[in-house]
C-alpha cells in the first residue's frame, strides 16, 4: 500500500466473506442493535471522504469505493455483494447498510473521516430502503489500478481535524485549496508530490489531506 493511500479507511477486514446473490428487495429498515448511526451522519462522513459522492468510481485510483470509500474485500466482508458487485454501484442506502454492518465489525475507527459526523457505535439506528438493484455491475467492467501511482486528489476544504494537527517547521504555509501535486509543481519540488510528502510524513499522515496553516519543508 502506497504510502499516500489511507490507512484508516473501511479496509481492516482480515478474511473475506464469502457472499453472493442478487440484490434482494426489502423494507424501511431500522437497525436494533447498539452500533448503529443516523442517516444524517453517514452522508457527514460521506461527504469527507468523497464529497458526498456515493457513486464514487475510485477516481483517485486509491481503490476505494463509493460514498464511504469501501475497499472490495470491505464491501464483500460486510454483505454487500447481496446488494452490487462494488459499493459504488450500489444505491446510498445499500452502502449504508453495508456500513453498519462495518461499524459493528469494527467500530468507528474503520473510517478516518468519523470524526466529521460524529460517527459513533451507540448512535440511532438509520431509516434507509435498500430496495434496488446492482444498476451497473453487470455491464461495467472494472478499471484496473495504473501502475504509476497517482497524485493526490484536492484537499477537502471541509475537511477538519477533531484536534488541532502538528503545524511542522517548514518554510511553505498551506493554504485553502492546496494540494501536494500543486505545491510541488509550483515550487518546482525535484520528486514530486511523492518527494514532499516524504519530507513532511512527520506532520502529513494521509497525502490527499492537508490543512491550511500547517508549515512544509520543501527539501
Known sequence: ???????????????????????????????????????????????????????????GGNGHYGGLQFSQSSWAAAGGLKYASRADYATKDQQIAVAEVLLKMQGPGAWQCAYAGPLTSGGPAPEINTSG?????STQTVK?????????????????????????????????????SDIAADLGVTGGWQKLFQLNEDIVKDANLIFPGQHLKLG
Open 1 to 59: 500500500m502506497g504510502k499516500h493511500r489511507r490507512a484508516s479507511k473501511a479496509v481492516r477486514i482480515a478474511t473475506v466473506a464469502g457472499v453472493a446473490g442478487a440484490a434482494v428487495a426489502a423494507p424501511i429498515l431500522s437497525a436494533t442493535s447498539a452500533s448503529a448511526a443516523s442517516v444524517a451522519v453517514w452522508d457527514r462522513v460521506a461527504q469527507c471522504e468523497s464529497s458526498g459522492n456515493w457513486s464514487n468510481h475510485d477516481t
Open 144 to 180: 484496473e489500478t495504473p501502475a504509476q501511482a497517482p497524485a493526490p486528489k484536492k484537499a477537502r476544504k471541509h475537511a477538519r481535524p477533531a484536534a488541532p494537527v502538528e503545524q511542522g517547521t517548514g518554510s511553505y504555509t498551506v493554504k485553502s485549496g492546496d494540494t501536494l
Open 133 to 137: 438493484s446492482d444498476h451497473a455491475a
